[in-house]
């Protein structure tokens, strides 16, 4: 890698300003789709469990390829230093999404996870991922960027998702230990040494490592930014629309319920039957019809 730094802008702000308007899609479909994964909107974890199986693979396909390359450094060795150090200690959520997975789901967790990385798309872009990792490990910039970085910004979302978790998730508060049940069914948004701080350190790697990357390097980055971008825009689209119809579903199967009851009530039954009803609730009444049901003596 070339050592001669760089007068560009931060990397960040270079992909912000040329996918400006990625961005503007990718964060108006996440502002919709936010309200359908949190009462009044959906009053049980499956439509947030369904949006956490569609976006944990993407990690996990990243992570492991990145570790991979981490086993193997001498097959790379134009890499720096600072690239095997670009991730501070628990800043990696492929732990994190399983033990959320098993908090939710149970054991059904990690069959899930497993299925939702063989989705045809999912497949298709993490294969594709894994060629520019191996070919050009220092794309891993823009990875990092885009995934990594709204997660540690991203404290608004864990509080509604905090909320929507103690008002209407029933999960069994025992599944971890003492001090970290706050965290249960959510630890992907979670820190071990707080978000700020870890946001400092992790900005302070980044930099460090696109301080070394060459101009040719630097366009690699941002075309894999352009093609990571795009996907997460897809991705979004689909998770908006079927935790939308979760809900939706939901919706109807509970007022066909209620109007089916309704209808049976007021209108359905024939007459007869409405004649037996109200003869037994007189006969109840009387004092043989009490002490039948009862087996006491009504008092007069």
């Known amino acids: 890698m070339n050592t001669t730094l760089k007068t560009h802008p931060f990397l960040q702000t270079e992909i912000h300003t040329t996918f400006r308007s990625h961005y503007s899609t990718l964060q108006a479909i996440l502002a919709r789709t936010l309200p359908h994964l949190v009462p009044p909107n959906s009053l049980s974890p499956h439509p947030y469990i369904h949006s956490l199986l569609s976006l944990a693979p993407l990690y996990l396909s990243l992570e492991t390829s990145y570790h991979s390359i981490s086993l193997r450094a001498h097959q790379y060795p134009s890499l720096t230093i600072e690239f095997f150090r670009l991730f501070p200690a628990g800043v990696l959520r492929r732990d994190r999404f399983y033990n959320d997975l098993a908090t939710l789901l149970g054991e059904e967790g990690e069959w899930r996870l497993e299925v939702a990385r063989e989705r045809g798309s999912m497949v298709e872009f993490g294969e594709r991922m894994e060629r520019a ?4 490990p220092h794309v891993i910039l823009a990875y990092a960027w885009i995934l990594y970085l709204p997660l540690l910004n991203a404290g608004w979302v864990k509080g509604q998702l905090v909320a929507a978790r103690e008002r209407r998730w029933r999960l ?55 093609a990571l971008l795009g996907f997460c825009t897809r991705l979004a689209n689909e998770v908006e629309r079927e935790v939308r119809r979760m809900n939706f579903r939901k919706e109807g199967r509970v007022e066909a319920a209620v109007a089916g009851s309704v209808a049976i009530i007021t209108h359905e039954l024939p007459y007869w039957i409405w004649a037996v009803v109200m003869a037994v609730a007189g006969w109840v009444t009387q004092s043989k019809g009490y002490r039948f049901i009862t087996g006491k003596r009504r008092q007069a």
Request: proline residues 3%.
């Open 172 to 226: 069994n508060p025992y599944l971890l230990p003492a001090e970290r049940r706050e965290e249960r069914g959510l630890e992907v948004w979670c820190f071990e040494r707080g978000a700020e701080r870890m946001k400092e350190e992790f900005g302070r790697r980044l930099g460090a490592l696109e301080g070394v990357i060459s101009e040719q390097q630097r366009k690699e980055v941002l075309e894999e930014a352009r």
């Open 133 to 136: 990792m191996k070919s050009r």
